[in-house]
């Protein structure tokens, strides 16, 4: 009967291991998914960023002077489109009483977006002109930074076929 009532209570014991093992193993894997999944929707910020933040990506960005006293519509519009941006206020002399100049600086792959958004804009407040030299100036920059990009990998793609050929 002893020996009976010994492998009962090593079963059972062997049985609540078992549960706490799986517990504590169920609740790591519920942590480290919820975990990733909320660290990841936290760590991607979208619209106004701070300089910092937005030169933590390594993608090109571009920067445009925004010269009007809109910025604030223009950041609702960016807000918008979820687009990655930072504006960044030039100081200016006190003395000469000029409007503040703004640096508005976003990721080159949003050209599109920007483009769209800044025409919205100055069609509200008819300063169409200057606004779309500037962002001309921008997309161009952002084109031939794009094409040198392709040109470079293009080399790299003919330099590595010609290493594997045997030369004669």
Do not use: C, W
Not at 41 to 65: A, H, P
Not at 131 to 159: L, S, W
């Amino acid at each position: 009967m002893a020996h009976f009532d010994i492998s009962e209570e090593v079963a059972q014991n062997t049985t609540d291991v078992t549960k706490q093992g799986l517990r504590m193993a169920l609740n790591l894997l519920a942590n480290h998914l919820n975990f990733g999944s909320s660290k990841n929707l936290e760590s991607t910020e979208v619209g106004e960023q701070t300089i910092e933040d937005l030169n933590r990506s390594f993608d090109t960005k571009e920067m445009i002077e925004v010269h009007n006293e809109h910025i604030d519509e223009l950041r609702a519009e960016l807000k918008r489109y979820k687009v990655d941006f930072a504006v960044v206020e030039v100081p200016r002399d006190e003395q000469t009483g000029a409007a503040p100049i703004y640096r508005l600086v976003f990721k080159a792959k949003d050209v599109a977006i920007i483009n769209s958004a800044l025409k919205i804009v100055a069609e509200k407040f008819g300063e169409k002109s200057r606004m779309d030299e500037q962002f001309q100036q921008a997309e161009e920059k952002a084109k031939r930074q794009a094409q040198e990009k392709t040109q470079d990998k293009e080399r790299d793609v003919n330099r590595t076929k010609d290493r594997g050929e045997p030369s004669l």
